[in-house]
């Protein structure tokens, strides 16, 4: 029988839904992490970063930390400018979602050990942008940390926007962020909304990966925890991320292809 991590492996490189999680739930997080790094050793996909998200409150008991991280890989990483459109990637008949975010792209290898927040603008820049949130398991977020670990932090791409000012960072209510989706906004929030700000996710990041034996290196990015909340979307629509004088861009929601289909 297939393993969990074979079969998100599988499902994602086929577009293909899964109607139910795939083998048993991990109960904790050393499981879920481990399922993980089985499904990078799996994929032949390039690792170009990763993404930070906190744990809600009532899953705390049981995965006892207050973030979590997945893998973002490199050809769903898009550079999109101030004004300009992309076109995003989700899987049909599972979760697809957008979220306004903070962006790190490190300028050099991160330290190696623990790295205090107010370290990170020392080898990163920070820009706007946004994460594809995006699985074939369509309950994966209501099934919680053990599900979204599992299956590639329910990552499915990342968008990377205007740089913003050393000055501006760190002023974190001042970063303003809107999405709106049909032309109508549905979010608005700031980097305040991350807890500690976006640089605390990075240490954050730092410190979760060093325990696996990883470091972050020079060109990775960070999505460091959405600010305006996890919007859904479905297939056809169009948006729209707003980051108040520091730019925008927008974006049109299409569904992935079977690697087979696309090579076709």
């Known amino acids: 029988m297939p393993s969990t991590a074979e079969e998100f492996v599988a499902a994602r490189r086929e ?3 899964l109607a139910g999680f795939p083998g048993v739930l991990p109960d904790s997080l050393s499981a879920a992490y481990a399922v993980q790094e089985e499904t990078l050793r799996l994929t032949p996909r390039r690792l170009a970063g990763w993404k930070v998200a906190g744990i809600p409150p009532a899953f705390r008991e049981r995965y006892d930390a207050p973030r979590l991280v997945g893998p973002v890989f490199a050809d769903a990483v898009q550079q999109v400018e101030d004004g300009g459109s992309v076109e995003v990637f989700v899987y049909r008949g599972g979760f697809a979602a957008i979220e306004a975010e903070f962006v790190v792209r490190l300028t050099a290898d991160a330290p190696e050990g623990l790295v205090a927040a107010a370290e990170i603008p020392g080898f990163a820049t920070l820009h706007a942008g946004s994460e594809i949130a995006s699985s074939p398991l369509a309950s994966i977020n209501d099934l919680g940390p053990g599900a979204v ?6 990552n499915a791409g990342a968008l990377i926007g205007p740089a913003i000012p050393p000055p501006a960072d760190g002023d974190w209510e001042r970063l303003i ?4 989706i049909g032309g109508e906004c549905v979010g608005e929030g700031s980097a305040a909304r991350v807890a500690g700000g976006p640089y605390e996710s990075v240490a954050f990041l730092i410190a979760q990966l060093a325990s696996r034996g990883r470091r972050l290196k020079a060109g990775d990015i960070v999505l460091t925890g959405m600010t305006t909340g996890v919007h859904d979307v479905r297939i056809g629509d169009e948006a729209r991320i707003e980051f108040p004088g520091v730019g925008g861009f927008g974006l049109r929601v299409k569904a992935r292809a079977s ?3 696309a090579a076709a």
């Open 177 to 180: 962020s809107r999405t709106l």
């Open 15 to 17: 577009a293909r839904a």
């Open 259 to 261: 690697e087979r289909s």
């Open 149 to 154: 670990i599992s299956d590639h932090g329910n």
